[in-house]
């Protein structure tokens, strides 16, 4: 087991690039998510780092190994597939020995290592059904076994909750989580789903068009995201474009002078802060920053609240705050009320 | 009768014209010729009008016949052989072509000789490989033979001119059955250490086994019952059942043993259809 | 790309070769100079095509051909439409018996209904006095049933990708039974019935060995003209008559691949 690294992975299919100078560079025993809307690359990348796809320039490393020109069949990955891939014709212990005969383990080492994979993922009494006889979440399971099972470098994940219900993506993912714990393997997994993501990785890749826009655990992406596209990617932000005008001063479209948190080049750029930092007030406050609003709507989401504001200069903006903080202020619609908040929790990106 | 149930029926009724054609143009015919096989030849009445099972067991019995039908059977089995063996690499690369273009001209391309005529085709057998044909010509030129090698009128070419026929079939029928197999199970089998070849025999073969044997059964049956191939490619020294057939109905006017043989091909042409078409019926996906 | 990988392309390249390549020889030789058909050719012309055209044979073979393949093409889709468009739109009983009854001409082998198809006319002939064999209409009969299961294939398969909802909200609008048919139900069929009129045409035109029974003096079909020639001669001028067949054949089945995905026919 070792940890794995991209060195500037490209990808290019004709005329556009599908992965562009892609580094990632994966501990030991860590769950990396990919995330990013669909087209923007993850998959691709999973497929380089297994194999199935030959990037244009770039490598993969498992360790100390380079096994960008390895083949697949030589890496010695497990991967889980969208849909599971579960061979139709075998049952589920002839599954999960697959791998095991191709590297002439010995009868006995096999059968002991199948009910070893039987027992972790709890389904030694399915061992001789069908595929199709099997539940989704019970396919996925056979799938983890039958991947694992080989003791892989690392485990890949493509899309691996997609297929599930509601309930039972809840119920996978802490599964599969634990599992991957206690196995102490190095796991990256593909995601379109942003809050999958923050649940159950240790660290998250933002993608979008080919390029990993930002590297970081939940909070890193959430709290000082480094470009718009993460801002608006992971959760509800609020955008107010304008340009840089001092140190930590910035000027926005209709002259108003805000203060922000974060490092940032000069030029022009959008002010973010997310809407539970935002506070709406009558009156302005000191030392944070003030815009005057317009209260649109009011919705009662149960434990929050959310209010739909807009700016002066017609920027839309979104306060949202826990239903029991706010009980006693009862804004209505069209009052100009004032939305409050802190600098610490404002930061320009590009 | 309720409205809508009247209007099936009416409906139905559209059915009627073509149904009487097959009914009368060919299922009674071919009840006709199994009444037929059970009668007995004569050369002044043609037909004695009786029942008797004589034909079948002269059929099968008698050395010539016999002969005839144990060859007819070894040239369809080598045909069926070979066309699996080299219809399943082609069928494998058609099916997993990503590009839709390439895909239907490699299908237009495969069905294409198909449908230009046994009649076209033997010819055109025929001119590769007489003595004088392009085979000959070949051999002779790079000095690989010192006179022209008999190639045509031989087992052998008829085999080689029966799977040009039956080829197309095998690799349609393989192709889309292979189709239905996705492509992540063999990236399974490779992640989990499987060469790519070892992928085709572990993963695909299994599962295209229904293909396989719907492809044989086919190319089994179409073997069994050419004609020109025989005939134009085999020459006077290769017998096989089709050109028996027409033989002895056209030329002898032995219609009952005609007949006999036109039903033993369609009894053998009707188990391996239904046997092919319950082992297709029967796939994974 | 890996020695692997190149011996498999090269190796389905020759096997897609082999298929085609009698038909490119056969198309080369109607061109060669010499009388005897020989390799390598010692030069080329156009005669034998006239001279091809001189033969009686060939030239009745080849109008017998085309005149039952047309007549063959319409009987098939006068009968096959109907029946396909009852069999996908309307559920009467033992719909899929008829379906697969319908289908049966593809499943004989041609000899065999050949010879069935020729005692049954004698038959005919003894007991109703109406001569069947050695006739246009007795042939044309047989070459209708070889057309029909291709209609039937292709009409189902094209009346299947819709659901007969367009039909049901024509009738809520008023058309009658033969208006929905002619506004509705015939543009949906549109590519699938060309591509069944060619389809029929090309099993008609190339038929062999059912017809071989039911022919007679003057009236035999090109195929069998084909077979005939071969059976005492190999020259150019048969090469040259093999080339207008694949011709007519080949131009038929481009054209119906523009109407239908003949990737999808199969």
Not at chain 1, 166 to 177: H, N
């Given at each position: 087991?070792?940890?794995?690294?991209?060195?500037?992975?490209n990808?290019?299919?004709?005329?556009?690039?599908?992965?562009?100078?892609?580094?990632?560079?994966?501990r030991?025993?860590?769950?990396?998510?990919?995330?990013?809307?669909?087209?923007?690359?993850?998959t691709t990348?999973?497929?380089?780092?297994?194999?199935?796809?030959?990037p244009?320039?770039?490598?993969?490393?498992?360790?100390?190994?380079?096994?960008?020109?390895?083949?697949?069949?030589?890496?010695?990955?497990?991967?889980?597939?969208?849909?599971?891939a579960l061979?139709?014709?075998?049952?589920?212990?002839k599954?999960?020995?697959?791998?095991?005969?191709?590297?002439?383990w010995?009868?006995?080492?096999?059968?002991?290592?199948?009910?070893?994979?039987?027992e972790?993922v709890?389904?030694?009494?399915?061992?001789e059904?069908?595929p199709?006889?099997?539940?989704?979440?019970?396919?996925?399971?056979?799938?983890?076994?039958?991947?694992?099972?080989?003791?892989p470098?690392v485990l890949?994940?493509?899309?691996?909750?997609?297929?599930?219900d509601?309930?039972?993506?809840?119920?996978?993912?802490?599964?599969?989580?634990e599992l991957q714990?206690?196995?102490?393997?190095?796991?990256?997994?593909?995601?379109?789903?942003?809050?999958?993501?923050?649940?159950i990785a240790?660290?998250?890749?933002?993608?979008?068009?080919?390029?990993?826009?930002?590297?970081?655990s939940?909070q890193?992406?959430?709290?000082r995201?480094?470009?718009?596209?993460?801002?608006g990617?992971?959760?509800?932000?609020?955008v107010?474009?304008?340009?840089?005008?001092?140190?930590?001063?910035f000027?926005?479209?209709?002259?108003?002078?805000?203060?922000?948190?974060?490092?940032?080049?000069?030029g022009?750029?959008?002010?973010?802060f997310?809407?539970?930092?935002?506070?709406l007030?009558r009156?302005?406050?000191?030392?944070a920053?003030?815009?005057?609003?317009?209260?649109?709507?009011?919705?009662?989401?149960?434990?929050?609240?959310e209010?739909?504001?807009v700016a002066?200069?017609?920027?839309?903006?979104?306060v949202?705050?826990?239903?029991?903080?706010?009980?006693?202020?009862a804004?209505?619609?069209?009052e100009?009320?004032?939305?409050?908040?802190?600098?610490?929790?404002?930061?320009?990106?590009? | 009768?309720?409205g809508?149930?009247a209007?099936?029926?009416k409906?139905?009724a559209?059915?009627?014209?073509?149904?009487?054609?097959?009914i009368l143009?060919?299922?009674?015919?071919?009840?006709?010729?199994?009444?037929?096989?059970?009668?007995?030849?004569?050369p002044?009445k043609?037909?004695?009008g009786?029942?008797s099972?004589d034909?079948?067991?002269?059929?099968?019995?008698?050395?010539?016949?016999?002969g005839?039908?144990l060859?007819?059977?070894?040239?369809?089995a080598v045909?069926?052989?070979?066309?699996l063996v080299?219809g399943y690499?082609?069928?494998?690369?058609i099916?997993r072509t990503?590009?839709?273009?390439?895909?239907g001209?490699?299908?237009?391309?495969?069905?294409?000789p198909?449908?230009?005529g046994n009649?076209?085709?033997?010819?055109?057998?025929?001119?590769?490989?007489g003595?004088?044909?392009?085979i000959?010509a070949f051999l002779l030129?790079?000095?690989?033979?010192?006179?022209?090698?008999?190639i045509?009128?031989t087992?052998?070419?008829?085999v080689?001119g029966l799977?040009?026929?039956?080829?197309?079939?095998?690799i349609?029928?393989?192709?889309?059955?292979?189709?239905?197999i996705?492509?992540?199970?063999?990236?399974a089998?490779?992640s989990?250490?499987?060469s790519?070849l070892?992928?085709?025999?572990?993963?695909?073969?299994p599962?295209?086994?229904p293909?396989?044997?719907a492809?044989a059964a086919?190319?089994?049956?179409?073997?069994?019952?050419?004609?020109?191939?025989?005939?134009?490619?085999?020459?006077?020294?290769v017998h096989m059942?089709?050109?028996?057939?027409?033989?002895q109905?056209?030329k002898?006017?032995?219609?009952?043993?005609?007949s006999?043989?036109?039903?033993?091909?369609?009894?053998?042409?009707?188990?391996?259809?239904?046997?092919?078409?319950?082992y297709l019926?029967?796939?994974?996906? | 790309?890996?020695?692997a990988?190149?011996?498999y392309?090269?190796?389905?390249?020759?096997?897609?070769?082999?298929l085609?390549a009698?038909?490119v020889?056969?198309v080369?030789?109607s061109?060669?100079?010499?009388?005897i058909?020989?390799?390598?050719?010692g030069?080329?012309?156009?005669?034998?095509?006239?001279?091809?055209?001189?033969?009686?044979?060939?030239?009745?073979?080849?109008?017998?051909?085309?005149?039952?393949?047309?007549?063959?093409?319409?009987?098939?889709?006068l009968?096959g439409?109907?029946?396909?468009?009852?069999?996908?739109?309307?559920?009467?009983p033992?719909?899929?018996?008829?379906?697969?009854?319908l289908?049966?001409?593809?499943?004989?082998?041609?000899?065999?209904?050949?010879?069935?198809?020729?005692?049954y006319?004698?038959?005919?002939?003894?007991?109703?006095?109406?001569q069947?064999a050695?006739t246009?209409?007795?042939l044309?009969?047989?070459?209708?049933?070889?057309?029909?299961p291709?209609?039937?294939?292709?009409?189902?398969?094209?009346?299947?990708?819709?659901?007969g909802?367009?039909?049901?909200?024509?009738?809520?609008?008023?058309?009658?039974?033969?208006?929905?048919f002619?506004?509705?139900?015939?543009?949906i069929?549109r590519?699938?019935?060309?591509?069944?009129?060619?389809?029929?045409?090309?099993?008609?035109?190339?038929?062999l060995e059912e017809?071989l029974?039911l022919?007679g003096?003057?009236?035999?079909?090109?195929p069998i003209?084909?077979?005939?020639?071969?059976?005492?001669?190999?020259?150019?001028?048969?090469?040259?008559?093999?080339?207008?067949?694949?011709?007519?054949i080949?131009?038929?089945?481009l054209?119906?691949?523009r109407?239908?995905?003949?990737?999808?026919?199969?």
């Open positions: 087991m070792s940890g794995v690294t991209l060195k500037r992975l990808k290019t299919f004709g005329e556009l690039p599908a992965v562009d100078g892609v580094s990632i560079d994966i030991e025993g860590e769950l990396i998510a990919l995330l990013g809307p669909s087209g923007c690359g993850k990348t999973l497929r380089m780092v297994a194999g199935f796809v030959e244009s320039s770039g490598s993969v490393h498992f360790g100390e190994r380079d096994v960008t020109r390895v083949p697949v069949h030589h890496r010695n990955v497990g991967m889980v597939f969208q849909g599971y061979f139709p014709h075998l049952s589920v212990a599954n999960i020995e697959f791998g095991l005969k191709v590297r002439r010995d009868r006995t080492r096999v059968q002991k290592r199948v009910d070893e994979m039987l972790w709890q389904l030694g009494r399915f061992s059904r069908r199709r006889d099997l539940s989704g979440g019970q396919q996925q399971r056979v799938a983890v076994a039958r991947a694992m099972a080989i003791h470098d890949l994940l493509d899309e691996p909750f997609s297929a599930l509601a309930k039972l993506r809840l119920q996978m993912r802490s599964e599969i989580r714990r206690e196995a102490g393997i190095t796991s990256v997994f593909v995601t379109h789903d942003q809050e999958e993501a923050m649940a240790d660290r998250i890749g933002v993608m979008n068009h080919g390029k990993l826009e930002q590297l970081g939940a890193d992406l959430y709290l995201p480094a470009s718009r596209f993460v801002a990617f992971i959760g509800k932000c609020n107010l474009e304008g340009r840089i005008a001092g140190t930590r001063q000027e926005t479209k209709s002259g108003q002078q805000l203060q922000y948190s974060n490092e940032h080049a000069a022009s750029g959008a002010l973010c997310r809407p539970e930092h935002g506070e007030v009156a302005a406050r000191a030392d920053n003030n815009i005057s609003v317009t209260l649109k709507a009011v919705t009662y989401l149960g434990a929050d609240t209010y739909e504001l002066d200069n017609g920027e839309r903006l979104l949202m705050a826990a239903s029991s903080s706010v009980a006693g202020a804004f209505k619609a069209g100009r009320l004032v939305l409050s908040w802190r600098s610490q929790d404002s930061f320009v990106v590009d | 009768m309720s809508e149930k209007r099936r029926l409906g139905g559209l059915v009627i014209p073509a149904l009487l054609l097959v143009f060919l299922l009674a015919p071919i009840a006709l010729i199994f009444r037929f096989s059970l009668d007995i030849y004569d002044g043609l037909m004695l009786v029942f099972p034909n079948y067991v002269k059929a099968f019995s008698d050395p010539f016949y016999r005839v039908l060859d007819t059977a070894r040239i369809a045909s069926t052989a070979v066309c080299l690499p082609v069928a494998y690369f099916s990503r590009s839709e273009r390439l895909r001209t490699l299908i237009v391309f495969t069905v294409l198909l449908l230009m009649a076209v085709r033997s010819a055109a057998w025929m001119v590769v490989m003595s004088k044909g392009l000959n030129v790079t000095g690989l033979a010192a006179e022209p090698v008999k045509l009128y087992p052998t070419a008829v080689v799977v040009s026929v039956l080829l197309p079939f095998a349609i029928t393989l192709q889309s059955v292979m189709d239905s996705p492509q992540s199970l063999e990236e089998g490779r989990l250490g499987y790519p070892r992928t085709l025999f572990a993963v695909v073969v599962l295209s086994a293909g396989i044997i492809a086919i190319c089994f049956c179409l073997a069994m019952n050419a004609y020109a191939t025989p005939v134009l490619i085999g020459g006077p020294s059942m089709g050109p028996l057939v027409y033989q109905i056209a002898v006017t032995n219609w009952p043993f005609g006999t043989l036109a039903c033993v091909m369609m009894l053998v042409t009707l188990v391996l259809t239904i046997v092919s078409t319950t019926h029967r796939r994974y996906f | 790309m890996s020695a990988r190149t011996i392309l090269l190796l389905v390249v020759a096997i897609l070769a082999f085609v009698p038909l020889v056969i080369w030789a061109f060669f100079s010499d009388k058909l020989s390799f390598p050719p030069g080329y012309t156009l005669d034998w095509y006239a001279r091809a055209w001189q033969q009686p044979d060939f030239v009745a073979g080849f109008l017998m051909s085309i005149k039952i393949a047309l007549c063959a093409m319409a009987g098939s889709l009968l439409v109907p029946a396909s468009l009852a069999i996908e739109r309307f559920r009467f033992g719909r899929e018996s008829v379906r697969q009854l289908l049966a001409p593809m499943y004989v082998p041609a000899i065999v209904a050949g010879a069935a198809v020729y005692l006319y004698i038959q005919f002939e003894i007991s109703t006095e109406v069947l050695a246009f209409p007795g044309l009969l047989a070459h209708t049933l070889v057309a029909l291709w209609t039937m294939r292709l009409i189902c398969a094209s009346l299947a990708t819709t659901t909802i367009a039909e049901e909200a024509a009738q809520s609008l008023g058309a009658n039974a033969l208006q929905t002619f506004y509705v139900t015939l543009p069929i590519p699938g019935l060309i591509a069944a009129a060619l389809f029929s045409f090309i099993a008609s035109f190339s038929e017809s029974f022919v003096p003057g009236k035999t079909t090109l003209a084909i077979v005939n020639y071969l059976e005492w001669n190999l020259d150019s001028t048969i090469a040259a008559v093999a080339t207008v067949q694949i011709l007519i080949g131009t038929a089945l054209v119906s691949d109407y239908v995905n003949l990737g999808k026919a199969f």
